[in-house]
């Protein structure tokens, strides 16, 4: 038996949801489902204990994310966010990859808003993804996260870790 029972979020921070909420919601097509400011002095600054940091203040927005699992956005607000260099070949840098049914429009409609890695999406050569198509790009604060298509073929990995319900 594994370790744990699901994925229950994947949390990024970021500088600013101002910035990050629009951006991340077109990328989506969708709305966060919540978003909510915890301050240290209204809560006992449980969230401080949690991530080790005294008198934590952070604003969240949250989203669905395909496959039974959350986004969780973050915005420090004390301790305020410094910058990493956010480059993917970094140690500790780590990347989000969803699955995609068109990635050509992908490459279409986040034109001007998103960095992609390449001018155009790169079909995989080699290995348990060859034959699909593939690409990286980069969000506001620079966060790296893969597309992926599946071309005439199931996920290859779903053999190996299948999306399942943890609940059913
Ligand atoms: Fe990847």
């Known amino acids: ?98 699955e995609t049914e068109d990635i050509y429009r992908d490459y279409e409609r986040l034109q001007g808003r998103a960095e992609f890695r390449s001018p155009e999406p790169v079909r995989c050569a080699w290995g348990k993804y060859k034959g699909n198509m593939a690409c990286y790009l980069r969000d506001p604060d620079g966060v790296s996260i893969e597309l992926i298509q599946f071309v005439g073929q199931p996920r290859p990995f779903q053999e190996q870790s299948p999306f399942a319900n943890p609940y059913a």
């Open 1 to 98: 038996m594994p370790a744990f029972k699901s994925v229950d979020h994947v949390g990024i921070t970021v500088k600013s949801l101002e910035v990050s909420v629009p951006w991340w919601s077109y990328f989506l097509e969708a709305e966060p489902f919540w978003q909510a400011t915890w301050l240290a002095a209204d809560i006992d600054d449980y969230v401080g204990h949690i991530v080790g940091y005294e008198n934590c203040d952070m604003t969240c927005a949250f989203w669905e994310l395909p496959g039974g699992t959350v986004l969780e956005m973050l915005e420090y607000h004390n301790p305020g966010p410094g910058r990493v260099d956010m480059e993917s070949y970094n140690a500790g840098n780590t990347h989000l990859c969803l």
